[in-house]
């Protein structure tokens, strides 16, 4: 049991498990980026977007491998009672998995704790679902705001 786990069941409230994704940047030798990865809590990787791809839907330089995205990204998505969804991000490259965003619209109607980033505008339908949302809370993402520990975002 990790630390914070247990000060939070010794003060009474039982232990978060979280799940989480993220994405990464990909550069070559010469530090260019190249690409982004996927990466899961648990040290699941797959290619989200690279430059060198031919197949996959566009989004600037990059093309989307929604197959790869999937295969690492859905197994994370299943929700149960005391989980905290934490993502980073859902932006226009993740949104073209049908089934990621179908998979995200079902746990937010849900109800299910939900840590996000988003950009701050465009990307799609999606995303414009989310920032309407009456029950989302939005803040703006700083470098400042990421060097801060995430134990208050995650509240108690």
């Known amino acids: ?6 000060r939070r069941e010794s ?8 799940l989480r994704i993220y994405t990464e940047e990909i550069r070559d ?3 260019q980026r190249i690409g982004f990865r996927v990466v899961t809590l648990d040290g699941k990787q797959g290619e989200l977007a690279d430059k060198y791809s031919v197949h ?3 989004v600037g330089s990059y093309r989307v491998n929604v197959e790869s ?3 690492v990204a859905l197994p994370s998505l299943e929700m149960e009672k005391g989980r905290i969804l934490i993502i980073d991000e859902i932006g226009k490259m993740e949104c073209f998995s049908e089934t990621f965003v179908r998979r995200v619209r079902e746990i937010f109607q849900a109800g299910y704790p939900v840590l996000a ?3 701050l ?4 339908e999606f995303l414009e679902e989310i920032r309407r949302q009456r029950d989302v809370k939005t803040f703006i ?3 400042v705001v990421l060097q801060l520990p995430a134990q208050p975002c995650l509240g108690e």
């Open 69 to 71: 995205f999937e295969r």
């Open 56 to 58: 996959g839907p566009r």
């Open 141 to 143: 993402v700083t470098t």
């Open 11 to 18: 003060r009474g409230h039982p232990p978060q498990r979280r």
């Open 1 to 6: 049991m990790r630390e914070d786990d247990r």
């Open 121 to 124: 505008r465009g990307g799609g």
């Open 117 to 119: 980033t988003i950009p």
């Open 29 to 31: 030798a010469e530090k």
